[in-house]
């Protein structure tokens, strides 16, 4: 059975910094691509980053980049987003997903995903 569970979500001043992970089980970690997707109330879920399966490949939405840093610890088949400079807008349930289609080259392309976690709350209060 495959499991993809998030965790350190939660409540943060605007410009402050959190780090979420995605602890993955049930399947081969090390040949997955992974990607970080977040959804806001009333909006559509959207890309924020991916990591290919060695992680020497990483692609961001822009709305992120230069802030948000995804890594990979093969050995502890977790993905992790480090987020810094946070804003109101960033503001969503933050979700992780497999891909074994896009383990070499990232994608930001919801369909290529196959696993998909049940996400964790990121709120920032201004």
């Known amino acids: 059975q495959v499991q993809l569970e998030e965790s350190g979500g939660g409540l943060v001043q605007a410009g402050g910094s959190l780090r979420v992970a995605c602890a993955v089980s049930?399947?081969?970690?090390?040949?997955?691509?992974m990607g970080w997707f977040r959804q806001a109330p009333g909006k559509e879920r959207e890309f924020v980053a991916a990591?290919?399966?060695?992680?020497?490949?990483?692609v961001y939405a822009d709305s992120v980049k230069g802030r948000f840093t995804i890594s990979r610890d093969n050995t502890k088949s977790t993905v992790y987003l480090r987020m810094t400079n946070l804003a109101p807008e960033d503001t969503a349930a933050y979700y992780c997903a497999a891909s074994r289609s896009n383990w070499d080259y990232p994608t930001s392309h919801e369909s290529r995903y196959d696993y998909w976690g049940q996400g964790t709350q990121v709120t920032v209060s201004s």
């Open positions: 049930g399947l081969t970690f090390y040949i997955y691509g």
């Open positions: 990591i290919s399966s060695s992680g020497d490949r990483t």
